[in-house]
């Protein structure tokens, strides 16, 4: 039995080390990326307990994504190989300053999930249920299993953490506007950059947004994430600013799967709404030391010597 129960799409990810436009690369790291794998994979370092569900071909790259992520300690009994499609495939280009992502994913494994692929009895055993808005935008399938899960879960009495993860590049064929903004009205937990609040709802500020969240919707916690300024951790009855990590970004990708790894293991372990939010900061700055989405993830003795006064994450 797994505390959290997430599903979605991880794609084998492909990252050139130079500085310039793929045209010229010649060499290539091979990882994955998925951000529920990788919120999946934060969690089990810190000792929770994770089932993640997903699709991937049945070649090489669905191989090694399942090894990998099950090699992080997290349950991945629940992907299933699909014999007609192939594992999503995703790009990395990096430049001073920014990274550019490109995408190979339509028509991919993961983008025939479907309801029947998500066990009620097993959503029903966890404790909260982890849902990214980018999984209801990959095909109709996956939409109708974001939409199955909310309800069982909500039928058993299982919270959803919910984080609308806005994918521009997703966006081309649709305005998803409407579809996010119920999600994130019926979630528990949400988890959202102040950019997505002011995309979805118009709220300028975290206060605003967490307001918004409090009066509208269904939550019980929020984080309002704004990168490097820090964030702001709410209930309905608290509110507290998270002050950023101090860290050296290498790359910010997978910071915000790291931060709602960090915060959700908070609410796990009944921890006070402001150690909630150190934690999601702390794993957030410590994955953008590392060029990867998951490798700089800290364990429990790291965060251990967090909440013992050392704050300095350099490696
Ligand atoms: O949050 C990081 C993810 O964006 C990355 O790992 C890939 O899941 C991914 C996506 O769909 O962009």
């Known amino acids: 039995m797994s505390e959290i129960f997430t599903f979605g799409e991880t794609m084998v990810s492909f990252a050139s080390p130079d500085l310039f436009p793929l045209r010229y690369a010649k060499d290539f790291r091979m990882s994955f990326a998925g951000s529920e794998s990788n ?41 299933i190989t699909d014999e007609s499609a192939p594992t999503g495939c995703m790009f990395k280009q990096r430049s001073v300053g920014e990274t550019k992502v490109f995408y190979y994913r339509k028509g991919s494994a993961a983008s025939f999930l479907s309801p029947e692929d998500m066990e009620d009895s097993e959503i029903g055993k966890a404790k909260f249920v982890y849902v990214t808005g980018i999984t209801p935008l990959l095909s109709e399938s996956c939409r109708a299993s974001v939409d199955h899960v909310f309800i069982s879960a909500h039928r058993q009495g299982v919270k959803i953490c919910f984080d609308p993860n806005i994918r521009m ?3 081309k064929d649709g305005d998803y506007t409407k579809l996010l903004q119920d999600y994130v009205l019926r979630a528990d937990v949400v988890v959202a950059g102040l950019d997505e609040m002011r995309l979805l709802f118009g709220d300028s500020t975290e206060k605003e947004a967490m ?18 300024k820090g964030a702001l951790a709410g209930t309905p009855g608290e509110q507290v600013f998270i002050a950023p990590c101090p860290c050296k970004c290498i790359e910010p990708i997978g910071a915000g799967d790291a931060f709602n790894a960090g915060f959700l293991c908070g609410i796990l372990e009944e921890r006070s709404l402001e150690e909630c939010g150190r934690m999601g900061a702390f794993c957030g700055a410590s994955v953008t030391q590392t060029p990867g989405d998951i490798e700089g993830f800290p364990d429990r003795k790291e965060l251990a010597a967090l909440f013992a006064g050392n704050q300095d994450i350099y490696r």
Not at 66 to 71: E, I, P, T, Y
Not at 213 to 222: H, K, P, T
């Open 39 to 79: 919120f999946s994979i934060g969690a089990a370092k810190l000792g929770h307990s994770a089932k993640w569900v997903s699709r991937v071909g049945d070649d090489e790259f669905g191989a090694f994504i399942r090894n990998a992520v099950r090699g992080e300690g997290v349950d991945v009994s629940g992907v």
């Open 211 to 228: 307001d918004h969240l409090f009066s509208r919707g269904n939550a019980s916690y929020a984080a309002i994430k704004d990168g490097a």
């Open 169 to 171: 590049r997703l966006w």
